[in-house]
């Protein structure tokens, strides 16, 4: 009896946010990066990417397609196809190994994905979406591979999202070989490490940003002198400081360096010919209220940081959320995405606000169109909420 079962997998994956960037390709084609770096790996239950990956013998003579957020995409792009391609592979050699296993690997995909989060606006979109393509395919083929070995694969679709397949704090390893073999992600601390890491992301624009990154990073590494410095000796040396501070759960060493990594990817961007403008008004806004908050504390209790996209997000702990996210509700309370009830605002965190510069909390005032409030938390989940029914169609 021919095999008509309509077979599924689904996976959410989160959103990472680097506090050493990944800016630069050595092979465009691999994804092979110019420096290491390294992330926090954020909350799903705030941001993330649900797939379910779909296959059957039914699907004969259709192509492979992709629903993102209810509409169609294309799923011809070389970079997509290089996960799919990597990842039928390594199900056909287990097919090869086992010949009753059902030969999945020969089946057209239905893939259907959604974002709860605006995509391409500078929040990670790719990287939580490839790592949950690649997970749901990977469970979908039954692989036995690991989450690093699954990483190589991720890698192949976008860079960043190598490190979406695990949680807590998370290094991608540049890697030196040609092939790209050993340019895998590791995690170097559980999320159960350092619990109280918050992050508080101000939504500047959920607009798809002018620029993307893959274009950006390839005029960088063609015309920014800053860029050759940074990579061969400014990021090792960070990358060193950055995996000690979270050892050690020390987050002014942690704070320092991701500002002062953000303002540095930021100078490489603005060191490209032509020059590459991702922040605006608001976000150096948002650096200058950062920047006074720690003033009045006397001491660093916030860290902003901003990938390739205006959205500043602010690390914080639990233990100073009021000093940080509280001092920002404060001025911001009008804006969607706050937990909890609205309380009334302790005497500290408003001498805090009244002494900040004004004309900052202004701009944040009329140009943060919302907020997400997460912290630190885990890799992709396998869920059985399928976004694809029992006749291989999208779920109503």
């Not at 690991?146 to 979406?164: F, I, P």
């Not at 170097?188 to 508080?200: K, N």
């Not at 060191?271 to 908050?293: C, K, M, N, Q």
Request: include cysteine; aromatic fraction near 6%.
């Amino acid at each position: 009896m021919a095999d008509t079962k309509i077979y599924r997998a689904s996976t959410t994956a989160p959103v990472n946010i680097a506090v050493i960037k990944y800016w630069g390709k050595r092979d465009p084609t691999l994804n092979l990066p110019t420096n290491s770096s390294l992330s926090v790996t954020l909350s799903q239950a705030d941001l993330r990417t649900h797939t379910t990956a779909s296959c059957s013998s039914t699907y004969h003579g259709q192509p492979d397609t992709l629903l993102l957020n209810s509409q169609p995409s294309n799923i011809d792009t070389p970079r997509t196809q290089a996960c799919l391609r990597a990842l039928r592979a390594l199900r056909a050699a287990l097919e090869a190994t086992s010949p009753s296993l059902p030969p999945l690997s020969t089946y057209a995909l239905r893939l259907v994905s959604t974002n709860n989060f605006p995509t391409a606006a500078g929040l990670a979109s790719s990287a939580a979406g490839f790592a949950a393509l690649v997970r749901a395919i990977a469970d979908l083929y039954a692989l036995p591979a690991d989450a690093t070995e699954l990483s190589r694969v991720a890698r192949q679709g976008s860079g960043s999202a190598c490190r979406s397949l695990f949680g807590g704090y998370v290094a991608w390893r540049m890697g030196v070989r040609s092939d790209g073999g050993d340019s895998v992600a590791e995690q170097v601390a559980p999320a159960a490490h350092w619990p109280g890491m918050r992050a508080l992301i101000l939504v500047i624009s959920a607009e798809k940003k002018g620029v993307s990154s893959t274009t950006g990073m390839q005029a960088t590494v063609a015309t920014s002198a800053l860029f050759r410095t940074r990579a061969a000796e400014v990021v090792p040396e960070r990358m060193e400081a950055m995996e000690r501070a979270i050892r050690h759960r020390d987050f002014e060493a942690f704070a320092r360096l991701t500002m002062r990594e953000s303002n540095g990817f930021h100078a490489t961007c603005l060191d490209t010919d032509p020059p590459i403008f991702y922040l605006s008004d608001v976000s150096r806004a948002a650096v200058r209220v950062v920047e006074g908050i720690n003033g009045a504390v006397g001491r660093v209790v916030a860290a902003y940081t901003f990938d390739a996209g205006p959205n500043a997000v602010i690390y914080h702990l639990d233990e100073n959320e009021g000093r940080v996210a509280g001092v920002l509700r404060a001025a911001l309370g009008h804006v969607h995405g706050w937990k909890g009830d609205s309380t009334a605002t302790a005497a500290d965190q408003m001498k805090i606000l009244d002494g900040l510069d004004q004309s900052a909390v202004q701009l944040l005032k009329d140009g943060v169109g919302s907020v997400i409030s997460t912290r630190v938390g885990e890799g992709p989940i396998s869920v059985t909420d399928h976004l694809i029914d029992e006749n291989g169609d999208p779920a109503a």
